[in-house]
């Protein structure tokens, strides 16, 4: 376990540093949830997630979009690099009346049964995961002994979001035409970022002014990268899928017939 705070503007601290070390073409699954979602940072997972989309590995996304501020545009960029509809790719944009969804947490499982899960403030959004934001967060994986059971709980948090029917709050998008459709409904905008209003004061003006300003601890690379793979397996999938979790996690592999599928940690 380890603890990462950019309080200390480290770039070693930052969300970013670590995604850099773990997105490597070991992991075979990826589980995210983020109370507040942007486009930005999605190039850290282009290499990792085309993969992952041309078998048809999990990847699960549950993304907030608390007082409408997640946009249609940033959501449509994250369809595409999730490669949806497929299978085993599953997106979920929450939203509550009277509160937030607000967790933080990554979690991706490797091909050899190992799992590593960040766990804290930041969220998938570029400020939170270059650390423009100051945000701290603890570092688990089971390779330096961390507890399997706790990081099979993470995971599971995610996946009982797609496997519970009906559950309030949340709304599956595997297409464009459910991000209209969110639209529509006032759960995404497709405007500016809402922003929060100041107090137009001599005294308000002057602390702004004053007050000291940070920098990204690191840079981020762009989204132009983000394509569809052109062998993407691209079954259209029910909003809930109806398969346990175990059934979810096997995938194909070369020399054997496609009607033969593998656990992946055999």
Not at 155 to 178: L, T
Not at 209 to 217: F, R, T
Not at 225 to 253: E, F, G, N, R
Request: glycine share 8%.
């Amino acid at each position: 376990m380890q603890y990462i705070d950019s309080g200390n503007r480290n770039s070693k601290q930052a969300l970013a540093s670590w995604l850099l070390t773990v997105l490597t073409p070991e992991v075979s699954e990826a589980r995210c949830q983020s109370g507040f979602f942007s486009a930005d940072p999605l190039g850290l997972f282009v290499p990792t997630f085309n993969r992952l989309a041309k078998s048809d590995c999990v990847t699960s996304f549950l993304i907030g979009s608390n007082d409408q501020a997640t946009s249609k545009d940033d959501v449509a960029q994250l369809i595409q690099l999730l490669s949806l509809p497929r299978t085993n790719g599953r997106l979920g944009v929450i939203q509550f009346s009277n509160a937030f969804f607000h967790p933080k947490t990554y979690h991706f499982r490797r091909y050899d049964g190992s799992q590593c899960a960040y766990v804290g403030s930041a969220n998938l959004t570029g400020q939170g995961v270059s650390s423009l934001h100051i945000e701290a967060g603890i570092l688990l994986d089971t390779r330096d002994g961390d507890s399997e059971s706790v990081l099979n709980d993470i995971a599971r948090s995610v996946d009982e979001w797609f496997c519970i029917p009906s559950r309030e709050g949340v709304n599956y998008v595997v297409d464009d035409a459910d991000v209209d459709r969110l639209v529509t409904s006032g759960i995404l905008r497709t405007g500016p970022p809402p922003r929060t209003a100041i107090q137009n004061t001599g005294a308000a003006n002057k602390l702004t002014q004053s007050s000291p300003k940070l920098k990204p601890l690191v840079t981020l690379p762009g989204t132009s990268l983000i394509t569809t793979p052109s062998s993407v397996q691209t079954t259209p999938s029910p909003a809930v899928p109806s398969a346990p979790i175990s059934a979810l996690v096997s995938q194909k592999k070369e020399g054997f017939p496609d009607g033969i599928l593998f656990d992946p940690f055999a």
